[in-house]
């Protein structure tokens, strides 16, 4: 204050509050801001709600009614980083044939003739600086469910967890959840062959 | 409204929050994601997947792995394990991608919308293309392919259509390369290329052999060269018309005149011979058998120092040089062969590897195994001769009812008249069929888009083989994303259209190649059982150390020395004093891939030259001349005239005027068309007497000066080639 009444003499102390006191809480809440971001980004942020689909596709009637495996269309997920998204083509193998008269289905078999791709919505997202690989948590019998829920009931697929930096570390702190090392001593909370907690295996 | 100070924080903290909620929000675009039509075959998002293949532009044995990440091809690299370019590449190679995703691709099939040749076009699917060409081919009389050197399966598949049609099959090359093949079969009696054994040789003697550059298997030669210059350094000695890059690298560099490279050939000879140099047990029955010593002391040194240009020391020097360091190896090639009498100088130059006995053995000249029956060598051209009857036949009305062109371009490389494009308006029914437009298919009734080799199957038998049979595989690494087709898919669709199911004995091109690497591999029929052999082929990007064939080289040559021919040159000194010389630029080469702004964009070796052609003159002439570098000049051929600017190059001899090859393109795309001239446009069409090759480089030419001068496109000096100067050489968008 004493500052700024030797560059502005001619300023009551009252004006002078009027600029100091916006300008500190326009600063504060800057660098709020920061840190709310800092932490979402970190933690991959919260649930979302489920989003409006092209195609309003059922996941409770394929996974769930006729038990098609998560795998079967979902092919990437035994062996790279992303479980990746079934072809047009793909679908088509069984709808083809299956479920013609369906309008949802119609959807599908206008984008086959049309040589289109479908553009769903994410769903799950992780943030950028995340590296994430599906198989090999699929590698060491994580479960579909455990991140994405059980999605043989899910008529709309919506995130069921939020994914954050607090839950991967749950389960990678879980020694339970692990393969077990017959050598790992008893009192040693991170075993040898249990999931890694180095920042650099999920961080790039 | 009185802003109270309450009313203020509660709007400066309201806003502040605004800004945490905006800023959290992902934008909508990257909530998206798109699931493929088609998945590309073992494909996963996001990871690299790399496909052994052949390199695109190179027909003659280097084979290439390409990264392809979501199915879509990123990069090429060498095969590692392939012995012809064992993990190495080459700067056309590398613009395979390019050339895959190039726009001026042809798209789809087309027919002309207005009077042939007149450059619009109307796009037809595929149905009404083939219904066309099925309708026009069955109820033609007589047909005829025209076709670049194809190889392997490509080729059967070709050479069965042709039959099953009763037509006639021309096999186009631009840069011909007839009289070397000639030469081979007359000095070893081979009908392939041996193996040069460059890399374990003690000096190498090259005529005219641009083999860094542009002369048989470069990226081969290139690792040889790196060998030879390994351990105890080898030597290299490059005589030639033109400095090429091998001449660039060479440990001494030899201007001879042109056509007289075969008597400075036998003139080397004639010293060996005559010093004693070799034990005559090496070498007597071979000079025995082109006319004996008597002919050979016709080219004694001080009898042809005067026509070469040599002088006499020098002769004896690389004579004696030639012998001390053995092994000692000659090669031909380039303009030493492009001549007159270019036959006999390469049967000269080849001979002397037979004088010191340097044939079959390691840094000789090693015979290579024939091609597997069922994946011929590249077919050997159709000589100058013949097409130059043949154009005269068109023109005069021997049309045939339909002529499929494919990967050719007659239309720009055959010079003299009348010319192949007038003497095609007579045809009936043209079908051109290529991955990019170009002067023969611009002219054709019915445009068909051919793949890229990255979108095909094929394969090749490696030729120049390094000694022992290499087959390479060529499969598909991505899904073409135009409307273009394999030409040997089109020719058996058509086939079996017109003459029945089963007129071929496949269906498909990755049926024949499949087919024929069962036999190769002594599995035919297997059928299943094959499957995993055939995986690993393709892995490995094809297969080699296959029983070795090779056919031992004749005992004797069958060539006659003393019936040697003198060259013949278009233009009389007196007004022509010029020999123009035309040459390949490593880039663009014969211009098949100056679609390539990548390649356009490469300078040539020796003169960092970009996207134009010019002529290379000594300064000494050039300052006769009052031009330098940057002024256009008129080149004056008996058969024509352009105009192009010159580069002052100290290397060239006084008595040259050096112009690239490749240019000067009226059709094709934006970075083919309208981009420097065409030499093979006004050179005297003059053929080699004894086997009617394009004696190329044997015109005569006047150099006069117009006034003019331009800011040359070159990496040094002058201009700026990276298209920030005032008048932008390069915008690449898409259409």
Known sequence: ?204 | MQLGRRKFLAGAAGAAGSVVVVGCAAPERESRVQSFVLAPEQSLPGDSVWFATADAHSRFGNSVVVRTVDGRAKKVEGNPGFPINQGKTDVRAQAGVQSLYHPDRIKEPMIPAGTRGDGRYEVIGWERALDMLVSKLGAANSFQLITSRLTGTEAGVAAAFTELFGGRHLVHETVENTNFQAAVQKIFGASNTPHFDIGNAGVVLSFGADFLGTWGSPVMYSEAYRQLRGGERGRLTQIEPRMSLTGASADRWIYVKPGQEGALALSIAQVIVAEALVDNKIWREAVDAIGGVDVLNLYAPDVVTGRTGVPVSLIQTIAREFVERQPGLALAGGPSLAQTNGMDNGAAALFLNLVVGNVGRPGGVIPNPPAPGNIPFPLPATSFADWRSYTTGLAAGSAPDVMFVYDADPAFGISGTPTFTDALAGSPFVVGMSTFMNETVGIADLILPATHPFESWGDFAADPGPGVQVVGYQQPVTVTWTDARSFGDVLLTVAAEIKGEGALPWSSMHEAVRANAEELLGMAGTGPEFEPTWVELLRRGGAWKLQNTSKPFASVPDWDAGAMAEPEFAGDPESFEFHLIPFESVAIGTGDESENPWLQSVGDPLTTMTWITWAELNPKTAAALGVGTGDVVAIDVRYGTMEVPVFVSPVTPPDVVAVPVGRGRNFGGRWRRDRGENVFSVIDPAVDVKTGALAWASSRARVRKIGRTITMPMLERVANPRNDGPEPILEVKSE
């Open chain 1, 1 to 204: 204050m004493n500052l700024l009444r030797a560059f502005m003499p001619r300023l009551t102390g009252r004006q002078l509050a009027f600029i100091v006191i916006p300008l500190t809480v326009m600063g504060l809440a800057t660098a709020s801001a920061v840190a709310v971001l800092i932490f979402l980004g970190a933690s991959g942020g919260t649930i979302r709600p489920a989003p409006t689909q092209p195609i309003a596709y059922d996941h409770s009637i394929h996974a769930g009614d006729n038990s098609i495996a998560c795998e079967f269309c979902h092919r990437g997920v035994n062996t790279g980083a992303q479980a990746t998204l079934p072809s047009v083509e793909q679908c088509m193998y069984c709808h083809s044939v299956i479920g013609q008269e369906l309008p949802e289905v119609q959807l599908l078999v206008q984008k086959w003739e049309d040589q289109e791709p479908i553009e769903w919505s994410r769903v799950y997202r992780l943030p950028d600086h995340v590296r994430f690989v599906h198989s090999a948590h699929i590698d060491a019998n994580v479960s579909c469910a455990t991140c994405h829920g059980d999605v043989t009931q899910a008529k709309v697929i919506k995130q069921v967890n939020a994914l954050n930096m607090g839950e991967c570390m749950g389960c990678h702190r879980d020694t339970d959840n692990q393969p077990k090392s017959s050598a790992a001593p008893a009192d040693n909370v991170i075993l040898k062959d249990s999931a890694p907690l180095d920042c650099s295996t999920c961080h790039k």
